[in-house]
């Protein structure tokens, strides 16, 4: 029987993964992609993330990681630019993760790449993985981390169904002026239906990350140079930024049905050895550029309650306790943004107002959906 199972090599499983063979715990990590992947993701790493990845040993800046120092936050021709309350980071998941899964490896961890986990199931106190092309791996402990994706056997409990929206990602080589234009900046565009974010990560290229709802697929006709054409024209500052771009990926990636605002909540017939970690403990909007260090501050969490003995109930209500409030706080904004009456767009306006008249209050909103500095510095301090 392995020591430490872990379901999934994203910045949750891996970190867990990493700190847990650093303290001399015998641990396994089972990834399905077998080689360096693009994921969908904005690729904004906020200060929390990146002192939980520094504590790891992940050197951003060795990678290519941009510095974003400023927030333009846009409907049509509106355009606010605030200075945020940290510097932010650009980098592609593609880098991060890898690298992220190249440090568990020299830390020790057996990592196992292009193996998919088909289910999982518990057994006589013990949870069982069954993974494609593999015997069954049996483990007391497992720190379930496959992000997005839900194991058969083990799905999260969503207390209402996820919005009907669709999030796609590309990166872009912009144009010459653009790029220039973009240093240091992460934009959002705020769409009737979502929201749209684009930023420089590493190497110059731009990533654009947005969020509408699948009725605009359906009315543009799904395919994505009638969708991009679509978010041009209803935000003329994005039709600028993305005038003469060239796509980087053969195709762009996507999301449906995410479930934003989900926290899992412990229930009674919780398996004792099973954490949920990341995104399959909690899921904050994506627009709050916040996940990443969700699932490091989760992973950094289960190592600690892990050697210091502790359980899954345990810890699942301590994250819950944590996650909550940014997760809730994160998702009324979400919310109030998408506020309308009749034709008008009303939360949109009132944060666009706010960004120009009162930059501390929308910072303040910023702050106070991250991982509270309460939670993260014993953490940094044990690690
Ligand atoms: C549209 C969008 C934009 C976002 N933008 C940002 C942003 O800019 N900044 C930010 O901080 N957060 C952002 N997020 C959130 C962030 O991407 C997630 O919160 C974060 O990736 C969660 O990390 P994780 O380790 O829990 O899961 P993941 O990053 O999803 O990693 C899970 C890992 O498990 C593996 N896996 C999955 N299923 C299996 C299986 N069956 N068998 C084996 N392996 C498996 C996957 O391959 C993956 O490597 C965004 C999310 C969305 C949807």
């Not at 951003?60 to 927030?71: D, M, N, V, Y």
């Not at 998919?116 to 049996?138: D, F, H």
């Not at 600028?240 to 412990?266: K, Q, T, W």
């Not at 003995?309 to 909550?324: E, V, W």
Request: one cysteine or more; glycine letters at 12%; aromatic letters at 4%.
């Amino acid at each position: 029987m392995n020591a430490v199972l872990v379901a999934g090599g994203g910045p949750a499983g891996s970190a867990a993964a990493c700190l847990l063979a650093r303290a001399g715990r015998e641990v396994t990590l089972i990834e399905r992609e077998a080689a360096p992947a693009h994921k969908i993701c904005g690729e904004f790493l906020s200060r929390e993330a990146q002192l939980y990845l520094a504590r790891l040993g992940v050197d951003l800046p060795a990678l290519g990681a941009q510095p974003i120092t400023h927030l333009g936050l846009g409907r049509g021709r509106a355009m606010t630019v605030a200075k945020l309350p940290f510097r932010g980071m650009g980098l592609s998941r593609r880098r991060l993760d890898e690298a992220l899964l190249q440090r568990a490896a020299q830390t020790g961890v057996r990592v196992l790449r292009g193996r998919t986990i088909r289910s999982l199931s518990v057994t006589g106190g013990a949870v069982t993985l069954a993974v494609e092309g593999m015997e069954p791996v049996r483990a007391a402990t497992c720190l379930l981390a496959t992000g997005k994706h839900d194991l058969r056997g083990a799905r999260r409990r969503l207390a209402r169904a996820a919005d009907d929206l669709v999030g796609f990602k590309m990166h872009l080589a912009l144009a010459p002026d653009q790029r220039v234009a973009l240093r240091g900046r992460v934009d959002i565009a705020m769409l009737r239906d979502g929201y749209a974010g684009l930023q420089l990560i590493e190497d110059g290229i731009a990533t654009l990350c947005f969020l509408v709802n699948r009725a605009r697929l359906r009315s543009v006709g799904e395919g994505w140079s009638a969708l991009l054409a679509s978010l041009q024209r209803e935000s003329p500052h994005l039709g600028d930024r993305l005038s003469g771009a060239m796509p980087l990926l053969a195709r762009p990636l996507s999301i449906f049905r995410v479930p934003y605002g989900f926290v899992h909540e412990a229930a009674a017939d919780d398996p004792p050895g099973l954490f949920r970690l990341g995104d399959q403990m909690a899921v904050i909007p994506s627009f709050s550029g916040d996940g990443i260090s969700m699932a490091l501050h989760t992973g950094f969490a289960a190592a600690a309650a892990l050697l210091a003995g502790g359980g899954a109930a345990a810890f699942h209500a301590d994250m819950r306790n944590t996650l909550a409030r940014p997760v809730r706080l994160a998702s009324a904004l979400y919310h109030f943004g998408s506020w309308r009456l009749g034709p008008w767009r009303l939360g949109q306006s009132a944060l666009i107002g706010l960004g120009r008249l009162a930059p501390a209050v929308l910072q303040a909103a910023t702050g106070a959906t991250r991982v509270p500095e309460a939670a993260l510095q014993p953490l940094l301090a044990g690690s």
